[in-house]
């Protein structure tokens, strides 16, 4: 996906969490000037792979299986320690920085790609861990418009990113290890930022075409917040 069809959607999502668009601007500004070029062919050859996008629900820890059948395993944020701790190979690591980045740096130092995301909120965090992150695998994301460096393939949590990415490089089926949407366990916040990868990823699969299994029972108040958003866009 590219940022002009995405940015319906982002605007719907700063309007309703309140996030000021020019501070992902001087967040991806910061990034840009630390990051260098990443060209997508470096993730690897997804076309047509069944990849499994990880996500941190605890209920990953039972269906690890899942991620370790696949062809390629991108796993978003703290997805990755648990996959890696039980030794299955993470081929790309999505996330915005705020929970694990010393996986992050140290997954890019052993060549394993990782998609960092800068955002109004995590400046600081940017500031201080990209520079300790090897180049050569960073991939510097951002929400807003794209700038140098500094890629938009779509999406918001670090899970739903991770899903954007792949379909962006041409993967085959997408399969869904450690996703929650009724997790009683997370905050309000939380909660509200998986109701919006739950919108993102129904996005995603009416574009594909495809069926993801998680959404089930989600697509009907999915399909509405959707339609909210991207008005006559929404049929494309
Ligand atoms: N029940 C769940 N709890 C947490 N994450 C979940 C859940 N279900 C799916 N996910 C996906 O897993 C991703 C990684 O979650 P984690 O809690 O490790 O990271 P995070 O850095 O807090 O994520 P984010 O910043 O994107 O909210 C989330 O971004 C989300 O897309
Ligand atoms: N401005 C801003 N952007 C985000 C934020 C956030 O807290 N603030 N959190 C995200 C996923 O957790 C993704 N994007």
Known sequence: MNFDTFEPVYEAILADFGFDRTGDERARDVAADLATPFPLDRLGDWEGETVAVAGAAPCLADEVALARDADVVVAASTAADVLVDRGVAVDCMVTDLDKNPETAAELTREGVPVAAHVHGDNIPA??????????????????????GPVQNTGGFTDGDRAAFLADHVGAGELVF?????????????????????????????RRRGEEFDILDGRREAADAALREALGDRFDD
Request: no cysteine.
């Open 177 to 205: 290890p450690g996703w929650n949407f009724d997790d009683p366990d997370v905050d309000p916040m939380k909660a509200r930022k998986l109701d919006w990868a739950a919108r993102l990823l129904r996005w995603l699969e």
């Open 126 to 147: 940017v500031r201080q861990w990209l520079p300790r992150f090897a180049d050569e695998w960073t991939l510097a994301t951002t929400q807003a418009a794209p700038v």
